[in-house]
C-alpha cells in the first residue's frame, strides 16, 4: 500500500476562494481524521469519520470547513470562502479499529501546505 | 487542563541526551505515543507505551510515564544531527479521539 496520500501537496489560493483537499486512506482503515497544523496553534483534530460517517467535528472552526467522505477510499476537506489566517499545513490520518484499543497507529499523509493571500 | 502540553523548543549538542517532556490530560489513556516529523513529511509513530506500564526502552529511545502526574517524556540518547525534527505527544482518550501536543521541535547542534 502506498499509505496515506493526499493532494494538492501545495496549495496558493487567493483570499475568498473556495479550496478542496483531498485524501486517500489506506485500503482497509475505518477512522480516517483530519488535521491541520500551525506554529502557533500545533497540531489540532478538525474532524474524523469512522467507516465514513463524521463521528466529531467538534474541531472543525467555522462554518466555512466542511468534511465528506462519500466512500471509504476518499475524503474531501473543503473551505469556502478561504481566508489567510486558513493557512497551515493540513493532514489526513487512517487508522484501523481507532486508537483507543490496542496498538493501531495512526498513519498520516504529508499534508497539503496551504497558502491563502 | 484541556490540551496536551510540551515545550516548543529544544535545543541540543550532538552526543548530548536529548528529554522532551509532554503533560497529558486523561488520566484513563490507554495509550500514550510519540509522533516524529521530520521537515516536509507527515507524522510517523516513533513509540508507544502502555498506561501499565512506568518505562520502555527502544534502542536510544527511552519513554517514562508517571501516571499520577500525568507525565510523559521521551529521552535519546546520544543525539544525532538527524533526530532533529519535530516530536509530538499524544494520547488515545476513550471515545477513540487522539489528542496531540503541539510538538517540540528539537534542533541538534554539531
Known amino acids: 500500500d502506498a499509505g496515506v496520500i493526499q493532494s494538492p501537496r501545495h496549495e496558493v489560493t487567493e483570499m475568498g476562494q473556495e479550496v478542496t483537499l483531498r485524501c486517500k486512506p489506506i485500503?482497509?482503515?475505518?477512522?480516517l481524521f483530519w488535521y491541520r497544523q500551525t506554529m502557533m496553534r500545533g497540531l489540532e483534530l478538525l474532524i474524523y469519520f469512522n467507516n465514513n460517517v463524521p463521528i466529531d467535528d467538534s474541531g472543525m472552526p467555522e462554518d466555512r470547513f466542511s468534511a465528506k467522505m462519500p466512500n471509504a477510499s476518499f475524503s474531501t476537506l473543503k473551505i469556502q470562502p478561504s481566508e489567510p489566517r486558513d493557512s497551515a499545513v493540513y493532514f489526513c490520518a487512517s487508522s484501523s479499529a481507532g486508537t483507543g484499543r490496542k496498538n493501531t497507529e495512526a498513519f498520516f499523509g504529508q499534508g497539503t501546505r496551504l497558502t491563502v493571500v | 487542563g484541556e490540551d496536551v502540553e510540551q515545550s516548543l523548543f529544544l535545543s541540543v549538542r550532538e552526543g548530548d541526551s536529548s528529554v522532551i517532556n509532554c503533560t497529558y490530560t486523561d488520566s484513563s489513556s490507554t495509550y500514550l505515543y510519540w509522533y516524529k516529523q521530520e521537515p516536509g513529511a507527515g507524522l510517523q509513530l516513533l513509540t508507544y507505551?502502555?498506561?501499565?506500564?512506568d518505562m520502555k526502552q527502544d534502542q536510544r529511545l527511552t519513554v517514562l510515564l508517571n501516571k499520577k502526574d500525568k507525565h510523559l517524556s521521551l529521552r535519546i540518547a546520544d543525539t544525532q544531527t538527524g533526530d532533529s525534527a519535530i516530536y509530538f505527544c499524544?494520547?488515545?482518550?476513550?471515545?477513540?479521539?487522539?489528542?496531540f501536543g503541539a510538538g517540540t521541535r528539537l534542533t541538534v547542534k554539531p
Open positions: 499524544a494520547e488515545s482518550i476513550s471515545n477513540n479521539d487522539m489528542r
Open positions: 485500503s482497509g482503515h475505518d477512522y
Open positions: 507505551i502502555f498506561s501499565n506500564m
